[in-house]
């Protein structure tokens, strides 16, 4: 059973529990963890998941940090969604990956010189410079969208943003059960986890020494999606987290998607085999095809 199909039913049950338990006080407590903390505890033999790395790149038509991408892969294969959150002049937080609008729309300057309603005379291009009717989307419409879809998504949030407030607004809209909290180091993940310690954080763990750091801080093993970084580790690391209950997320996106694509796309299963439980990638659709993944 796929991880994805398990968050499905595990927000059924534990939504059920809520109607049913609130005077009961560590229900209540249960509750208040995100499902996904469970849904994506390493399992032995349970399904790949693919994650689509800034919502779908490299689409015709549909750009990257983009809802109306982001529906229409969700239509087609089972996956999370990685996003980049970003903050307007007016502290609106938006979908955008870089510093500045000219890659991605067709705005100029950096971001935070505009308002939000400013940015609405923009639109986003797609990765071969396409111009499309659609716009910079809301991160509170993005949050709506997903709990309302059932759909993941791991959250990256811009340096110019804090992470206080993107942890503030999952609550306001009461998405932490499909909301995931990208940290980088230690520090971020300990932030993070003191902010909400019911979410799921993806904290780097690319070898042994930083895998040790994690471990010898107070956030549980529970609370991690170990992401490994772009590059293959040793098996061994592969095993020692599946051992501590930890899933395994690898970034196949550059180098090793550019294997895959030359190559073959075998190479998804090949690393599969390896210990790679999440792949984010650039390749969403070859990489579920290759693993098998159906919607």
Not at 90 to 97: A, I, N, P, Q, T
Not at 177 to 187: A, G, L, P, R
Not at 234 to 244: F, G, S, V
Not at 267 to 289: C, E, H, N, S
Request: glycine share 4%; aromatic share 8%.
């Amino acid at each position: 059973m796929s991880r994805i199909t398990i968050f499905i039913a595990l927000l059924f049950v534990f939504s059920c529990k809520g109607k049913s338990s609130e005077t009961d006080e560590a229900v209540v407590n249960e509750i208040k963890k995100s499902v996904l903390i469970e849904a994506f505890k390493y399992t032995k033999g349970s399904e790949p998941i693919i994650s689509v790395h800034r919502g779908g790149v490299g689409l015709a038509n549909y750009p990257e940090n983009c809802l109306e991408t982001i529906e229409y892969v969700n239509d087609s294969i089972s996956a999370v969604f990685e996003i980049d959150v970003a903050k307007t002049k007016d502290s609106v937080l938006v979908l955008l990956h870089d510093n500045t609008l000219e890659r991605t729309t067709t705005g100029t300057d950096r971001i935070e010189k505009y308002t939000y309603q400013e940015l609405q005379a923009f639109n986003l291009v797609d990765d071969f410079g396409t111009e499309t009717t659609f716009k910079i989307p809301k991160f509170t419409d993005v949050l709506a969208w997903a709990k309302k879809n059932n759909a993941i998504l791991t959250i990256d949030i811009k340096r110019s943003v804090n992470v206080a407030n993107v942890i503030e607004t999952i609550r306001e809209l009461q998405a932490e059960d499909v909301s995931i909290i990208i940290t980088y180091d230690v520090k971020q993940a300990l932030k993070a986890y003191k902010l909400d310690p019911n979410l799921l954080l993806s904290v780097s763990a690319r070898n042994q020494e930083e895998l040790q750091w994690l471990l010898e801080t107070e956030i549980p093993t529970e609370n991690m999606l170990a992401f490994k970084g772009t590059r293959l580790s040793d098996a061994k690391l592969y095993n020692e987290l599946h051992r501590l209950g930890i899933t395994t997320m690898l970034g196949t996106l550059g180098n090793l998607d550019k294997q895959a694509e030359t190559r073959g796309d075998h190479l998804y299963m090949t690393w599969r085999k390896l210990g790679i439980d999440v792949f984010a990638t650039d390749r969403p659709f070859q990489a579920a095809a290759a693993l098998n993944i159906v919607k």
